[in-house]
Antibody, heavy 119, light 109 residues
Framework: EEQLAESGGGLVQPGGSLRLSCAAS????????MNWVRRTPGKGLEWVSY????????TYAATVKGRFSISRDNAKNELYLQMKSLRADDTAIYYC????????????WGQGTTVTVSS | QSALSQPASVSGSLGQSITISCNGA?????????VSWYQQHPDKAPKLIIY???NRPSGVSTRFSGSMSGNTASLTISGLRAEDEADYYC?????????FGGGTKLTVL
């Protein structure tokens, strides 16, 4: 079964840092582009960041650019999101999602990891 | 404010059909249209239910269908069931970024 499993969430103070991980299993991780998406309380889904198969193209939402960094380790089948200078409005459930096809469709999602930014 | 506009809520009775709109979806220069739809139940991960405007992934009920006219995409759910009550999001690709609509809460009466 194709699966993604996030980890690394938790409670962090404003201005702090956190690193999220996403472990892939059941498919050839290196063959797929990947994304991070978050769901904020009361605001719905927000795309956060994208990485292509060889890590040569990285893109970010304007709200996190300069503070978040996406990376992957194809040998370990893992995706990462390094988050710095965290703010209260970064509080959300963070999902990793596999992208498939030409149409930017996200067809496999993890269960999410919760990040709470609060003093 | 999302670049893709969806109604905040829709409702329908058991067995009826409803349609959720998504305004602002894009296509590339060759006319390929980028629209996907996701269903999310409370405390669950989003699930892809429609991709490339009107295609259903394996295992998704035929009660779910998608279409597009101009820059407005639509998700139709026919024969409403209680388990269809969820949040629904459209997704597209605009200005070199992936975007989601603001989400529509479907209430099944």
């Amino acid at each position: 079964e194709e699966q993604l499993a996030e980890s690394g969430g938790g409670l962090v103070q404003p201005g702090g840092s956190l690193r999220l991980s996403c472990a892939a299993s059941g498919f050839s991780f290196s063959d797929y582009e990947m994304n991070w998406v978050r769901r904020t309380p009361g605001k719905g889904l927000e795309w956060v960041s994208y990485i292509n198969r060889r890590s040569t193209t990285l893109t970010y939402a304007a709200t996190v650019k300069g503070r978040f960094s996406i990376s992957r380790d194809n040998a370990k089948n893992e995706l990462y999101l390094q988050m710095k200078s965290l703010r209260a409005d970064d509080t959300a459930i963070y999902y990793c999602a596999r992208e498939r096809g030409k149409g930017y469709n996200m067809d496999v999602w993890g269960q999410g990891t919760t990040v709470t930014v609060s003093s | 404010q999302s670049a893709l506009s969806q109604p905040a809520s829709v409702s329908g009775s058991l067995g009826q059909s409803i349609t959720i709109s998504c305004n602002g979806a894009s296509s590339d220069g060759g006319g390929y249209k980028y629209v996907s739809w996701y269903q999310q139940h409370p405390d669950k991960a989003p699930k892809l239910i429609i991709y490339d405007v009107s295609n259903r992934p394996s295992g998704v009920s035929t009660r779910f269908s998608g279409s597009m006219s101009g820059n407005t995409a639509s998700l139709t759910i026919s024969g409403l069931r209680a388990e269809d009550e969820a949040d629904y999001y459209c997704g597209s690709y605009l200005s070199s970024t992936r975007v989601f609509g603001g989400g529509t809460k479907l209430t099944v009466l």
